[in-house]
């Protein structure tokens, strides 16, 4: 099933938010609303505030303008991590065009994120709800601590461990995902229990999603996926698709994948090395496998919310996420 | 009278804040406390928590953990800021010792301004109180986009006009000092009359406070002022010294000015040819006495409030903004 089909039933709010996004990017500066549409429309899954809404309808609370605004805010938190990630990785392409530091230069782009993060924060704010606040700035920090690791994991690829590799996927992914499941529940109900199994949903939905991602780096075309693949590796980064296939390499092949992680850059005949070893011990299929079990925990969770529509499409949208081509 | 005289009265306070800075920047990544850390231990005047504690206690409030866990966040935005601000201009210098970018590279610098702002927010949040959390997302929205029209304009110095630098300098500085002077006023006191004195002594101290730095960079030394002078201009940053001197110039002067910042960047010959232009027409002078005028603005704003030694020490305070050397 596709993706608008799963979240038919929230389409008219999903509208509401787009709205919402706008509204809160115009600026007096031309510049600053003018970069924070362009990634804003360029497309993108609107994944977390269809968690945020979905969760929210779960839980009872089908209607009312906190949902929309917070569902808008974790969206602008999410788009204001990409403009700095782009930065920090000098990426070319986001969501199949130029990415923002390419057309404007990486000053404007990092103080856009700036911009983007204090609007959806604002945004929260008018919630009137200091425990949504609160959810958000969590995930935030955690977000940018993520990110730091990835950086840093990235100055030694062969010594980051699976661990390393879960922290930073849970940091940087799943805890804005958590956020975005735990916010709506909030909105909805105060029964601590039902806002815990939700955030548990968010929180393994969040992981499955970045290790499809992970994987999808190494095994999708890059018109299919939207950027460049095989961006982990040329910038560095140690994910799970690599990491599975080392562990099942002969003591040859480790020996000579690992010099070539060594070094500062590779390669063609290097990065072509890697892809093979990638394909051959099923690195990509490996990760995907991982991203089912995390989703089917996150299916789990569910069984602890009322049976409705909304729980239903929460059920759909753990199997999209792991099923899903880019 | 120098500023820790001046400050004496709010001392112990001043202690709480930097142990609630420390606290608060506590990672389980290792390199982002470092680096947070490394900015924040590097000196700065801590104006903004200063003027937030004096305003506080101006109106009746003495004590309490609320307005020194504001006070801290406020320093976290701003140094947030710098992080980005240095990332952006490529700064070498901040504080008198290397810059964060310098030290450890542009990308883990963006992603600790990034925890930086999410850990303020998060801490304002503790508060409880949503009017802060409203005052100081407010200001960081608006310090990004007097950034952004900081860098806009850098692509044309000789069509930026006076209105054009103030608006800078409202945004970028003066606001998250408004922002702190609220703060403290709204912690203390329900009373909008005084809140609004207190929100336009913040302004107005803001205002004149860059005013001061950017008269500085035209008229102190690096050893002084604890980064590079003449910086503005080698960043292509129109401010108001130059901008008041080439009012004053000759015809012939002003066509030679225009021509040399017409350009990409500038040889030692053209700069020190502005730097003379600038020492001829007393551009450093005229923005001091434009800063002056907007201390008084400030001072003004005090006859408002209670007489107290608070409201002295805010007082002394827009006298040494203007006064100051570094």
Redesign the interface.
């Known amino acids: 099933m596709g993706l608008s089909e799963i979240l038919s039933i929230i389409s008219g709010d999903l509208v509401r938010v787009e709205e919402q996004i706008d509204k809160s990017i115009q600026?007096?500066?031309p510049?600053?609303y003018e970069i924070s549409k362009y990634l804003l429309a360029g497309g993108g899954k609107r994944i977390r505030p269809a968690i945020l809404l979905l969760c929210s309808g779960s839980l009872g609370l089908t209607d009312g303008w906190k949902k929309i605004a917070s569902a808008a805010a974790i969206e602008l938190i999410h788009t204001?991590?990409l403009l700095?990630d782009d930065?920090?990785d000098d990426a070319a392409l986001r969501r199949g065009k130029e990415s923002s530091n390419v057309v404007w230069g990486?000053?404007?782009t990092?103080?856009?994120?700036?911009?983007l993060?204090?609007?959806a924060?604002?945004l929260i704010?008018?919630c009137?709800n200091?425990e949504l606040?609160?959810a958000v700035?969590?995930a935030?920090?955690k977000?940018?601590?993520g990110?730091?690791?990835e950086?840093?994991s990235s100055a030694s690829m062969i010594e980051t461990t699976e661990d390393v590799c879960f922290g930073i996927i849970e940091n940087k992914t799943a805890s804005l995902i958590e956020s975005s499941a735990r916010v709506g529940a909030l909105l909805a109900n105060n029964d601590n229990d039902k806002i815990n199994a939700v955030g548990s949903y968010g929180l393994n939905l969040g992981i499955a999603f970045q290790l499809v991602d992970d994987a999808l780096d190494y095994s999708s075309t890059q018109q299919e996926f939207g950027k460049q693949v095989g961006q982990d590796l040329v910038e560095g980064k140690m994910t799970l698709p690599l990491f599975y296939s080392i562990q099942g390499a002969t003591k040859t092949e480790k020996d000579k994948v690992n010099k070539i992680l060594g070094k500062e850059s590779f390669d063609e005949q290097e990065l072509s090395f890697i892809f093979e070893i990638v394909s051959k011990y099923k690195g990509a299929d490996k990760t995907k496998d991982s991203a089912k079990i995390y989703a089917d925990k996150a299916k789990e969770s569910l069984t602890y919310l009322p049976t409705n529509e909304f729980n239903k499409s929460l059920d759909m949208l753990a199997d999209f996420v792991v099923e899903r081509t880019n």
Do not use: C, W, Y
């Open positions: 600026s007096p500066v510049l600053v204001a991590s700095h930065v920090v990486n000053k404007p990092v103080l856009v994120g700036d911009f993060l204090s609007k924060l604002g704010q008018s009137g200091l606040i609160k700035t969590d935030s920090a977000l940018a601590e990110q730091v690791l950086v840093m």
